[in-house]
Every structure is written in C-alpha cells, then in structure tokens.
C-alpha cells in the first residue's frame, strides 16, 4: 500500500499568514494526488486535484504543487473559514489512501 | 444542488450485520464511480470501497471479505452491506461520488453512524 506522510500534523497560524502543508507519498504516484478540507462534523470538501487543479467554487488563495512522491498544499493568506483539518489522499493505486492530516487552528 | 444522504447506522453488536444505505439526487449513481469512506472517532480518513460504473469492485484489506458495496439502479443508491463487524469498524462513514483518476472526490454525504459494542 502506499504509505502517505503529512508534515506537520498540526500547525498554529494568524489570519492572513501564508501556510504550507506537505504530503509525502512512499513511493511516486505522479499526478494523482488530491486535497481535502475536513470541518468539525462535517464531511471532506475536495480542494485540488491532479496535484495542482483548483476544484471549481474553491477560492484562489488555495494552490497545490508538485509530482511523483513530495506535494505542496498552500494558503497564500489564512482566512477564519479556513481553520480545520487538511488530508491529503493518492488516487494512483488501491487501496486509496489518505495521509493523516494536518490541523490548522488559531494562533 | 447535488446530494447524497447516507442512512442505516446505529448501534450494533460484535459479529452482527448492518446495512448502510447512501440515495443520490440529480445524478446518476450507476453512471459514476462510488465510494465509501469512514473515519473513527477523532481519527483521520480510511478508504472502504469502491464500484465503477461498469459494476467492478475494490476494497480496503481491512474489510474485504466482510463488506460488500453494491448499487440499486432503480433506486438510484449505492449501498454498504458490513458483516462480521468488529469493534474497530466503529466509524461515521461517508457515500462518496469518486471522479476517477486524478479527479478525486467532488460530492460526499453528510455521513452515517456506526457504532460496533456490546
């Protein structure tokens, strides 16, 4: 199976900082890899996928970078309605998998 | 808009079987790849299921041989039969609509309760 590694799993942030979440795959899964935003009690909202594709409606701060096994989430400037949980998950092979999460909360 | 409502969750006990159900509205779920998704208690997302639209299925190691992911086309929903349910099945899980590829998935229901105890 193929083993995905969020760093950091938590992450303290301000309003209007600049964020940056890493996924890393354990083996290269090209371009399939897709990003989620997770709220309290609420199902995942799809973000980015193919990497580095907007989903439509996702705002613009939202970008995502990066091929083969090492991927980059990134807010340009942290909103409140951005403070939850990111999941990073390989759409290449099955099983799919998802990374951990990374929590963003309030500095 | 675009939904699906997932139901059938509740209380069961160790070894028994449940049921989920997830209707789709404004689409078809025969004609789109489906998943389901669960995630235990304050843990993160695990990947349960999949079936394509031509009625191929795949599935996690964790519950192959126990569940079955199946779809009622007259009904327009997908469905999760669990059997043999353990403690650690223990979850609220997700109907997904899986674009395939890289595409991800772009609609996903609120999520049902399942609770595994004696």
């Known amino acids: 199976d193929i083993q995905l590694t969020q760093s950091p799993s938590f992450l303290s942030a301000s309003v209007g900082d600049r964020v940056s979440i890493t996924c890393r795959a354990s083996?290269?899964?090209?371009?399939?890899l897709v990003w989620y935003q997770q709220k309290p009690g609420k199902a995942p909202k799809l973000l980015i996928f193919?990497?580095?594709t907007l989903q439509s409606g996702v705002p613009s701060r939202f970008s995502g970078s990066g091929s083969g096994a090492e991927f980059t989430l990134t807010i340009s400037s942290l909103q409140p309605e951005d403070f939850a949980t990111y999941y990073c998950?390989?759409?290449?092979?099955?099983?799919?998998?998802f990374g951990g999460g990374t929590k963003v909360e309030i500095k | 808009e675009v939904q699906l409502v997932e139901s059938g969750g509740g209380l069961i006990q160790p070894g028994g079987s449940l049921t989920l159900s997830c209707a789709a509205s404004?689409?078809?779920?025969?004609?789109?790849?489906m998943s389901w998704v669960r995630q235990a208690p304050g843990k993160g997302l695990e990947w349960v299921s999949i079936?394509?639209?031509?009625?191929?299925?795949y599935y996690a190691d964790s519950v192959k041989g126990r569940f079955i992911i199946s779809r009622d086309n007259s009904k327009n929903t997908l469905y999760l039969q669990m059997n043999s349910l353990r403690a650690d099945d223990t979850a609220v899980y997700y109907c997904?609509?899986?674009?395939?590829?890289?595409?991800?998935?772009?609609?996903w229901g609120q999520g049902t309760t399942v609770t595994v105890s004696s």
């Open positions: 997904a609509r899986e674009r395939g590829g890289i595409y991800g998935m772009d609609v």
């Open positions: 404004t689409f078809s779920v025969s004609s789109n790849f």
């Open positions: 079936i394509y639209s031509a009625g191929d299925t």
């Open positions: 083996q290269g899964i090209s371009s399939f």
């Open positions: 193919g990497a580095s």
């Open positions: 998950q390989q759409a290449n092979i099955y099983p799919l998998t």
